[in-house]
């Protein structure tokens, strides 16, 4: 079945970087994108971006150029997201999902989360 | 401040339906589809309803989407105690280029 799975939990201090991975299994990992969105406790889902597999296109949510990079990996099938200059309000819980190519905001499925946490 | 207005919760009892509104505007609900996903406790969000008004397999037939203009809604009938979730509407916004949400509706069965 079509699955992934995400990193375990990380904690970080104010300034730091944090690479987060998502690996996909069940399905041919060029033929679908795959997306961030992020939760912050207690609130609501933020979309941080997405990634082609296939030819490594981009599109950054305007609030997170410049500080967010996304990558793959195609021998193993791995997405990684990586945030920079890390700050308190970016603790959250970090969601990798996958999208069919031109289908923007069709999120399935969706892999467990990773809690990053930013404190000093 | 979400691009998408849901309000924040709702409630109901077993057996009976309601309805979750999502608001947008022309860039985003207007002119693309909208996808619906519920997030039960402690969980990752989950795929409920897809382009508007089709439901994934496994997703129970008492789910069911509808759009008009710039609004769309999630009506749940039949309802049932795991029902109780936050659910979540969504689209691509033209303008921003970016996939954008609603804050998310709690719905409480009573």
């Known amino acids: 079945q079509v699955q992934l799975v995400q990193s375990g939990a990380e904690v970080k201090k104010p300034g730091d970087s944090v690479k987060v991975s998502c690996k996909a299994s069940g399905y041919t990992f060029t033929s679908q994108g795959i997306s961030w969105v992020r939760q912050a406790p207690g609130q609501g889902l933020e979309w941080m971006g997405w990634i082609s597999p296939y030819n490594g296109n981009r599109n950054y949510a305007q609030k997170f150029q410049g500080r967010v990079t996304m990558t793959t990996d195609t021998p193993t099938s791995t997405v990684y997201l990586e945030v920079r200059s890390l700050r308190s309000d970016d603790t959250a819980v970090y969601y990798c999902?996958?999208?069919?190519?031109?289908?923007?905001?069709?999120?399935?499925?969706w892999g467990q989360g990773t809690l990053v946490t930013v404190s000093s | 401040q979400s691009v998408l207005t849901q309000p924040p919760s709702a409630s109901g009892t077993p057996g009976q339906r309601v309805t979750i509104s999502c608001s947008g505007g022309r860039s985003n609900i207007g002119g693309n589809s909208v996808y619906w996903y519920q997030q039960l406790p402690g969980t990752a969000p989950r795929l409920l309803i897809y382009k508007n008004n089709q439901r994934p397999s496994g997703v129970p037939d008492r789910f069911s989407g509808s759009k008009s203009g710039t609004s769309a809604s999630l009506a749940i009938s039949g309802l049932r105690s795991e029902d109780e979730a936050d659910y979540y509407c969504a689209a691509w916004d033209d303008s921003l280029n970016g996939g954008v949400f609603g804050g998310g509706t709690k719905l409480t069965v009573l």
């Open positions: 999902a996958r999208v069919p190519y031109g289908s923007g905001s069709w999120f399935d499925p």
